[in-house]
């Protein structure tokens, strides 16, 4: 079984609100949420960080992006808009070394990030 959280949650052996699935692409509530709407959307595959992508995940990133989409569609915050975050190493914030795009939207976000 995997160590990592996320292949976890993939693989069904840790719970997790999901909200969308495919062969490919999960996005599930983030645990700690900080906006309304918190979502991880990842890719099924272990990926460790950005530092691993490369043009051969152009077909994935945009598989990422386009549920990313749809989620924002669903859930309602396309009009209003909505930040994607990805947070790469020690000092980018990155706790989960399993490829994550945090959605988060629902509320007025500030800038720049802590
Ligand atoms: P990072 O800091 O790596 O960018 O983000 C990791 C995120 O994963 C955090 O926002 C954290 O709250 C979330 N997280 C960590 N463990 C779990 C878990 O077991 N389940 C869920 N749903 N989220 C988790
Ligand atoms: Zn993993």
Not at 7 to 22: H, N, T
Not at 31 to 45: C, D, E, G, N, S
Not at 55 to 71: A, D, M, T, Y
């Amino acid at each position: 079984m995997s160590e990592c959280v996320f292949c976890k949650i993939v693989e069904g052996s840790l719970p997790a609100e999901k909200v969308y699935e495919d062969g490919d692409v999960l996005a599930f509530r983030d645990l700690h949420a900080q906006a309304p709407i918190h979502l991880l959307v990842i890719p099924k595959k272990h990926i460790s960080s950005v530092r691993e992508i490369g043009e051969e995940e152009g077909p994935l990133l945009g598989r990422i992006f386009s549920v990313v989409n749809q989620l924002a569609d669903e859930l309602g915050l396309a009009d209003k808009g909505f930040r994607i975050v990805n947070n790469c190493g020690e000092d980018g914030g990155q706790t989960v070394y399993h490829i994550h795009f945090h959605l988060l939207g629902g509320r007025a976000l500030g800038w720049p990030p802590g």
